[in-house]
């Protein structure tokens, strides 16, 4: 079975400021990676994805993600925050095979407020 | 609008009221997923679907069940619910279950049991 561990419940930060959200997780077959965003009563958005190839992965609102295969991590970073990045941001594998093929699981989730 | 829909939005009820909260999709996809998500523990699957008439136990099916026997339509049942099941549910669909795209999410329902 897979687990993910985020290791900051709350992130608080200033704008402008970079920030970097923390995710380590554990599988015994090979996973996909995901970051998901919630903002304030919406459902979850899929922010970036890992399948294959090139470790650094982007999202199209500055966000970056690289998969450290030898530390089990797909921390996501941006170098400058907004305001509007507040929202709760979800670290989430999915098995490519094993007994769990397919299945998605997340982490605990990490609460980032950013200030003015 | 390729879209999963979620009804109710918003419920309150009592317990051992049994209740249904529907679950559709319009993209024609096999996989359709229930998660629940609670302060401090993230989602937490509750029950799967690989295909129509296929179900099975995510990581938190006590207190649950479903039935997927059209394919756009995944119905989450409580039949006697408890307060410990007053939780924020997403339903969540995908084309196959090992195909390499997005999980789309529903809006989610707030449920409240007293």
């Known amino acids: 079975a897979q687990s993910v561990t985020q290791l900051d419940s709350q992130v608080p930060v200033f704008e402008e400021a970079p920030v970097e959200l923390r995710c380590n997780y554990s599988?015994?077959?090979?996973?996909?990676l995901f970051w998901y965003v919630q903002y304030p009563n919406q459902g979850l958005q899929l922010l970036l994805k890992y399948l294959s190839g090139s470790t650094l992965v982007e999202s199209i609102n500055g966000f970056e993600a690289e998969f450290n295969k030898s530390q089990t991590s797909f921390h996501l970073r941006k170098p400058s925050v907004h305001i509007s990045d507040t929202a709760e941001y979800f670290c989430a594998v999915r098995t490519t095979g094993g007994t769990s093929y397919g299945k998605l699981t997340f982490g605990q989730g990490t609460i980032l407020t950013v200030h003015p | 609008e390729a879209q999963v829909t979620q009804n109710p939005r918003y419920l309150i009820t009592v317990t051992g009221k049994k209740l249904t909260v529907t679950c559709s999709q319009n993209?024609?996809?096999?996989?359709m997923s229930w998660y629940r998500q609670d302060p401090g523990l993230g989602l937490r699957q509750i029950y799967y679907?690989?295909?129509?008439?296929?179900?099975d136990k995510g990581d938190v099916p006590e207190g649950y069940k479903v039935s997927r026997k059209e394919k756009r339509n995944f119905p989450l049942i409580l039949e006697s619910p408890s307060p410990n099941q007053t939780s924020l549910y997403f339903c969540?669909?995908?084309?196959?279950?090992?195909?390499?795209?997005?999980?789309?999410f529903g809006p989610g329902t707030r449920l409240l049991v007293l």
């Open positions: 599988s015994s077959v090979s996973v996909y």
């Open positions: 969540a669909s995908s084309l196959s279950p090992g195909h390499q795209e997005t999980q789309y």
């Open positions: 993209m024609n996809h096999e996989y």
């Open positions: 679907s690989m295909n129509v008439e296929v179900t």
